[in-house]
């Protein structure tokens, strides 16, 4: 997110009204994408020695607590 724009930083966008706006959609579309698929795979480990999850939030839920 800090370098979402390539070579931008978020704070670089300070003051341009649009490329907030667009930084905000985009960033929006991302978190929903990502919470929205069941993959059964998410986890912090590809060897499966701790559980994996169907859903992105899931994995966080966990990950949180």
Same mark, same amino acid.
């Given at each position: 997110m !800090?370098?979402?724009i390539p070579g931008?930083? /978020?704070r670089s966008l300070a003051g341009d009204d649009e490329a907030l706006l667009r930084l905000g959609a985009?960033?929006?579309e991302s978190i929903a994408r990502l919470h /929205?698929?069941?993959l059964g795979s998410f986890g912090s480990r590809l060897d499966g020695s701790v559980p994996s !999850?169907?859903?992105w939030m899931d994995y966080v839920s966990y990950r949180i607590d």
């Open positions: !800090f370098e979402w931008q930083t /978020a985009q960033l929006g /929205a698929p069941s !999850f169907d859903r």
